[in-house]
């Protein structure tokens, strides 16, 4: 059983910063941690993840803001926000991806997480 463990939404104002983070409560090895977002009305979309071998990959719309992290050895990953913008408001989720040894993908979600940006 995988329990992914998000912290660190909040209110901010346009311009600010806030990081996210999340645990996955797990002994296994994800070849892949990230998070995704979804806003009112939005289907949910990808903002960033990165690979066991940090290797990170960003939507067009966060780069040069946002820088995600992991710590493969506590199974972590962060996500630091800076520059944020009205648009980024949504509730933000922690993925990761399992792949076994027959390569066959499992995916696990935490519970999500609130990030509003309002002046």
């Known amino acids: 059983q995988v329990r992914l463990v998000e912290s660190g939404g909040g209110l901010v104002q346009p311009g600010g910063s806030l990081r996210l983070s999340c645990a996955a409560l797990?002994?296994?090895?994800?070849?892949?941690m990230g998070w995704y977002r979804q806003a009112p009305g939005k289907e949910r979309e990808l903002v960033a993840a990165i690979t066991t071998g940090s290797r990170p990959n960003y939507a067009d719309s966060v780069k040069g803001r946002f820088t995600i992290s992991r710590d493969n050895a506590k199974n972590t990953v962060d996500l630091q926000m800076n520059s944020l913008k009205p648009e980024d408001t949504a509730v933000y989720f922690c993925h990761a991806q399992l792949k076994d040894s027959l390569f066959r993908l499992y995916d696990y979600w935490g519970q999500g997480t609130q990030v509003t940006v309002s002046s």
């Open positions: 797990s002994s296994s090895s994800f070849n892949t």
